[in-house]
């Protein structure tokens, strides 16, 4: 089972910032928080990941709490091409699984 | 380009018979994996490879078959051992086994079984 709660759906303006929450209250200190997105019919695309610091790349932020009981994930200037299913996951140092739950629609409006 | 190639896009078979999906990456990595997705659900892993010359069975495995001959390629069966084989299957490889080393995801296979 997916470790990871997350809103069923988004919705955002284009050109705003997007910030998709999740929540993982039981994740361990060796867990990596992963962030992945589906455009139907397409292979999941690698977006960030962190492990306790807040991360960034030319996609995206990830602000992960110091607790680590949950993070956010921020697409800073959304557009359209933006608008998937976006998974938050939780990987444990051991697993080679990537666990995906049901995830986020995102939908980003003209 | 660099990337982990799947083929085909679109695959029918009639039921019964064995299918093979193949998975090929050219980016000199050492683990691969085969997941599989149905519709409005999550991935769940079918098989894993951390090298060649071995694999793991994931969470789902009965009635599919891999083989690691070679580090670029991977591919699955699908055998008709599977009860409901339609799904959407995808190949991933990663740099190496272990938590921290991303997971990168080819573009899938439809496979169609009536």
């Known amino acids: 089972d997916a470790k990871t709660t997350q809103p069923t759906s988004m919705d955002c303006a284009e050109g705003r910032a997007a910030n998709l929450p999740c929540n993982h209250s039981t994740i361990s200190g060796n867990e990596y928080v992963y962030w992945y997105r589906q455009i139907h019919s397409q292979g999941p695309q690698y977006i960030i990941h962190?492990?306790?610091n807040n991360e960034t790349n030319e996609m995206a932020s990830l602000i992960i709490t110091e607790d680590r009981k949950s993070s956010t994930l921020i697409l800073p200037h959304a557009t359209l091409r933006d608008t998937a299913v976006y998974y938050c996951i939780v990987r444990a140092g051991g697993s080679e699984k990537l666990v995906f739950g049901k995830g986020t629609k995102l939908t980003v409006n003209p | 380009d660099g990337g982990i190639t799947q083929s085909p896009k679109y695959l029918f078979r009639k039921e019964g018979q064995n299918v093979t999906l193949s998975c090929e990456q050219n980016?000199?990595?050492?683990?691969m994996y085969w997941y599989r997705q149905d519709p409005g659900q999550g991935l769940r892993l079918i098989y894993y490879?951390?090298?060649?010359?071995?694999?793991q069975k994931g969470d789902i495995a009965e009635g599919y078959s891999v083989s690691r001959e070679k580090k670029e390629s991977f591919p699955l069966t699908v055998t008709s051992a599977q009860k409901n084989p339609t799904a959407f299957y995808l190949c991933?490889?990663?740099?190496?086994?272990?938590?921290?080393?991303?997971?990168?995801f080819g573009e899938g296979s439809w496979l169609t079984v009536v």
């Open positions: 980016l000199n990595h050492d683990a």
């Open positions: 962190g492990l306790k």
């Open positions: 991933a490889s990663s740099i190496r086994a272990g938590a921290g080393n991303t997971i990168y």
């Open positions: 490879s951390q090298i060649v010359n071995d694999f």
